[in-house]
């Protein structure tokens, strides 16, 4: 074995002889890993310790961001089993098969590179070192393993943090490295992630983590696991700042990690075909004694069951990561400097034909008519489309996302009765749908975004399944989240809004219904069905519902009605679109002027007067529908009634005077 201080000259020696001593210290140290790694590799593993005591603070010194990266070796795709080397071009420079699109491991610092904007990443953080708190030993002692993690990641544990800009935006961003210890959880990696939550809370930045973890790290014992409630906290804390977390799922993540903050994101993305659950694959085939099903424990099941937000290939992660902070960090902006936005409102014209309650409802239905999506598309080209309840599913007939109206971030939720490959029709949305709403709302709460939402249902689903997966629940929260929701809402009812799986998106500080859309308490077949038990007059209990746009807003139910060319909004959609993209854009910029504490309070106020008991506006809701009714003006109605209740009022006053003067006379 050579003593300590020859191996520091040796080191010295050869990287005199080559020519580097006048090389930076900061842009050599994936050269430097290199040839120090022939060096290290002729010493045992006790001299390795020592001399990483010595050579350390220099890879502290370094910036692994602008390490050149050395391809990845030649080897053979697990998947389609082709041998691929630095020919392959997507393999050599993202490390993914160019036949298949099987994406293998990759390292931290190859993340750093591919991420963010070149030259802008600086580690933080770094000081943390890993301890061998109990002593461990399993085929080598805990600090031996610690030691070759090191010296094979040139990273201090297995996560790498750092302040970098990502498509031009500020962010905190943390990688796990796989290559060290299987990227498991120790205390280093519980401090990194918490560290860097705090960092960020503390500079108002996004984070992003790109997770490649096995999970909790059985040699730091009972304090590994302590690292789970503790980066939860961190996130929780940092929810509070306003910002997105964004969390990136690669093969593997499983364990403590996936079940803490990894978990925890704003939104979740995940590699394809990346294996992630909480336990693996062999542990779940151990335990419950069951060989698990194809595709279980795989990023595409975990996207069908609403764990995730959307799978992104390695080659569009840059892309997405980066358009998905610009639109929440431009808002925050936004949020700082005032609108300007004064146009006035388009006036609905006074001429347009009056369609009967039956062919309002037609038309609300027709299948030609745009639907959530189209609308959505038209204002906001670039939408981000977020799904999964992160509970039992995604929902197709809720479509749900960050778009942006005018530049400014907004969170749409819209009922889509059109949907899949097909265009088939389907517009009664499930549990899921209404949670992965109320997942939005609680986004556009976070983030300061004004809500956006479309109605468009026939009704909530009322199967089986619906039942058990509580339906009562996500409708009710929906209420419950929309009324107390910091932020401006404004909803659309574009087509049919029938009963609680409609009213669930609306209740918003400004409703705005298309003019030949219908709003009910039920459908009018079903209510036909129950009265008067002949589905065929339920053209007749359609004008006795009171559904149309124009007795929505006599009702007070809807603030403005949007006007449609007099065949229906699917003969001119464009000509629609423009109209209602005027009107929200009139009703945030208003909206956004109010403080929020009053925002509320005017919010409770508008849903606490529907059917308030009031006996004079009681009589006068009762004129007005009577009047409308019978097609009178409301003056007309009124001044008979007047005329009865004054005489009515008077004659009871009259009658408790004569009264009392009876009584005094006696
Ligand atoms: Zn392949």
């Known amino acids: 074995m050579l003593p300590l201080r020859k191996i520091h000259k040796r080191v010295l020696i050869v990287l005199f002889i080559r020519g580097d001593l006048d090389m930076s210290l900061t842009k050599t140290f994936a050269q430097g890993k290199s040839r120090l790694s022939n060096v290290l590799n002729s010493v045992s593993v006790a001299g390795l310790q020592q ?63 591919h991420l963010v904007d070149p030259g802008s990443f600086r580690p933080i953080g770094r000081r943390i070192r890993p301890m061998d708190f109990l002593g461990f030993v399993d085929e080598h002692p805990y600090s031996t393993k610690l030691i070759l993690g090191q010296k094979q990641t040139g990273l201090s544990d297995a996560i790498l943090t750092g302040h970098c800009r990502i498509g031009g935006t500020e ?47 059985m040699q730091e014992g009972i304090i590994s696991l302590m690292q789970m409630p503790k980066t939860a906290a961190a996130v929780q804390r940092f929810h509070t700042s306003g910002l997105l977390y964004l969390s990136i799922l690669a093969s593997p993540t499983t364990g403590g990690v996936f079940a803490s903050f990894a978990s925890l994101g704003d939104v979740i993305l995940a590699e394809p075909k990346a294996l992630v659950g ?20 795989r990023a595409e099941m975990l996207l069908s069951s609403g764990q ?39 006036l609905v014209s006074a ?9 309002s409802v037609n038309l609300a239905r027709h299948p030609d008519r745009p639907t959530a999506r ?80 479309f ?66 308490v039920i459908a009018p077949e079903g209510a036909a069905t129950i009265l008067y038990r002949d589905a065929q007059k339920a053209s007749q209990v359609a004008e006795q519902l009171k559904l149309t746009a124009s007795d929505c807003l006599q009702l007070g139910v809807v603030d403005a009605i949007i006007p449609e060319p007099s065949l229906g909004a699917h003969t001119d959609p464009p000509l629609v679109m423009e109209a209602l993209q005027h009107h929200l854009l009139h009703a945030i910029t208003e909206l956004e002027q109010v403080p929020v504490k009053r925002l509320l309070a005017r919010r409770y106020r508008k849903f606490r ?19 409308l009714g019978q097609g009178q003006s409301l003056l007309q109605q009124l001044k008979g009634r007047l005329h009865m209740a004054i005489i009515s009022r008077l004659s009871a006053t009259l009658g408790t005077v004569i009264e009392r003067r009876r009584w005094r006379h006696a």
């Open 278 to 297: 909480f336990a693996g694959p062999r542990v779940a085939e151990q335990v419950t004694g069951q060989k698990l099903p194809g595709g279980s424990h």
């Open 374 to 453: 189209d609308y959505i598309r038209h204002l906001s080209p670039n939408f981000l489309e977020l799904q999964g309840d992160r509970c039992y599913g995604d929902d197709p007939t809720v479509v749900a996302g960050l778009g942006e109206i005018d530049r400014r971030t907004v969170i749409f939720v819209g009922q889509e009765r059109r949907h899949g490959a097909t265009g088939e029709i389907q517009t009664r949305p499930r549990p899921e749908g209404y949670r992965k709403a109320i997942r939005m709302m609680d986004l556009a709460a976070q983030l300061h975004c004004p809500l956006v939402t």
């Open 51 to 113: 001399l990483y005591k010595g050579l350390f603070p220099m890879a502290r010194e370094t910036n692994i961001a602008v390490a050149s990266r050395l391809l990845p070796h030649s080897q053979k795709c697990p998947e389609c089993k082709t041998e691929l080397e630095a020919a392959n071009e997507v393999y050599s420079r993202i490390a993914v098969c160019d036949h298949c699109g099987y994406h293998f491991v990759w390292s931290a610092s190859n993340r750093v590179e």
């Open 308 to 346: 995730l937000d959307a799978i992104t290939t390695r080659h569009d992660l840059p892309h997405v990561v980066a358009t998905l902070l610009k639109a929440t960090v431009v808002h925050a902006k936004q949020r700082r400097s005032h609108s300007i936005y004064t146009n006035e409102l388009p």
């Open 609 to 627: 007067h529907h059917g308030r008991f009031q006996r004079r506006q009681y009589l006068l809701t009762r004129a007005s529908v009577a009047a």
């Open 171 to 217: 962010t905190v961003l943390a990688v796990l490295d796989f290559h060290f210890m299987g990227g498991s959880m120790g205390s280093v990696v519980g401090e990194q992630i918490t560290f860097a939550f705090e960092y960020a809370t503390r500079h108002r930045l996004p984070v992003v983590t790109v997770i490649n973890s096995g999970g909790a790290r």
């Open 351 to 359: 001429h347009v034909p009056r369609h009967t309650a039956w062919e």
């Open 455 to 520: 109605v468009d249902t026939s009704g909530a689903d009322p199967g089986d399944e619906s039942e058990r997966h509580g339906i009562g629940w996500s409708l009710a929260h929906c209420l419950s989240t929309m009324s107390s929701l910091p932020v401006p809402i404004v909803t659309a009812i574009i087509g049919e809004g029938a009963s609680g799986g409609a009213v669930a998106f609306a209740v918003a500080d400004h409703i705005l219904m298309l003019q030949n859309a219908i709003y009910e």
